[in-house]
């Protein structure tokens, strides 16, 4: 289903820029940052960071996209097909920081064992976190890192407290 039909079966208008970031979303082989989407989507047609955000949470709600958080606190984006949905997994790997998304192989249970009577589970977020088979392959030179370490970059710690 191309990006039109996709915004059409949903019930979304399919304007330019909203095509564009499906678009933009389909050209990548992992699941992009804003930013990453940004930069693949400005090649294409002018847009702002407000506007693709506005954009992307608009079609998260759709359930045309969704947004999955990486190892690194940042929020990735990709495609949702009707084959993965409600679940599919995700690989992340903690070098290059990219995340990919894994084939739809099981289904989420009607009734998860230890749901309290009169819960409904309807979404589970699974991500593996570890090194690809690309940063796997190569020497530990840290140069697959944005930050050039081999070391996950840690998220400051919001509330004041020093972290372990």
């Not at 019930?11 to 930013?35: I, N």
């Not at 589970?124 to 570890?130: A, C, I, T």
Request: hydrophobic share 30%; proline share 10%; with cysteine.
């Amino acid at each position: 289903m191309n990006a039109r039909e996709q915004l059409d079966a949903h019930g979304v208008e399919a304007t330019p820029r909203r095509l564009a970031v499906l678009e933009g979303l389909a050209a990548f082989p992992h699941a992009p940052t804003a930013p990453e989407l940004l930069e693949e989507v400005r090649k294409t047609v002018h847009l702002d960071k407000v506007t693709l955000y506005r954009t992307l949470d608009l079609l998260v709600e759709a359930g045309i996209v969704g947004r999955h958080p990486g190892g690194d606190g940042l929020l990735r984006y990709c495609l949702v097909h009707e084959e993965t949905r409600p679940f599919h997994a995700h690989f992340y790997c903690t070098r290059c920081r990219r995340m990919s998304c894994l084939p739809a192989t099981s289904t989420i249970p009607p009734r998860p064992e230890g749901l309290a009577e009169g819960m409904t589970a309807e979404r589970v977020e699974v991500r593996f976190d570890g090194i690809c088979n690309h940063c796997g392959d190569a020497p530990s030179s840290g140069s697959d890192s944005p930050s050039g370490s081999t070391t996950p970059a840690r998220r400051p710690d919001t509330h004041g407290a020093p972290r372990p």
